[in-house]
Nanobody, 123 residues
């Protein structure tokens, strides 16, 4: 059974930082593309960043470039999202996800999802 469990969300003031974690089980984590998505109330879900299985390739949505960093520790089966210089518009539920593949990371299709962790940034 595949499980993705996010943690690390919370409330922070603008300019602050948070580090999200996603613990994976039931999959061979090191083989799969991984991603972080977010969805705010009344808005479409967007992919914030993704990372290749080995961690060499990362891609970010323009709005978080230079502020967020996606990384992974394959020995710990854990995905991370370091979020710095947070803005109120970053407030959303954040989800980790995987397409369950070792290729086609650019595709936004995701087969497995976590339950999400809430991030709230106040001005």
């Amino acid at each position: 059974q595949v499980r993705l469990v996010e943690s690390g969300g919370g409330s922070v003031q603008a300019g602050g930082s948070l580090r999200l974690s996603c613990a994976a089980s039931g999959i061979i984590f090191s083989r799969y593309c991984m991603a972080w998505f977010r969805q705010a109330p009344g808005k479409e879900r967007e992919r914030v960043a993704f990372i290749s299985p080995g961690g060499v390739s990362t891609v970010y949505v323009d709005s978080v470039k230079g502020r967020f960093t996606i990384s992974r520790d394959n020995a710990k089966n854990t995905l991370y999202l370091q979020m710095n210089s947070l803005k109120p518009e970053d407030s959303a539920m954040y989800y980790c996800a995987t397409n369950g593949l070792s290729y086609n990371c650019y595709s936004e299709y995701s087969k497995y999802w976590g339950q999400g962790t809430q991030v709230t940034v106040s001005s």
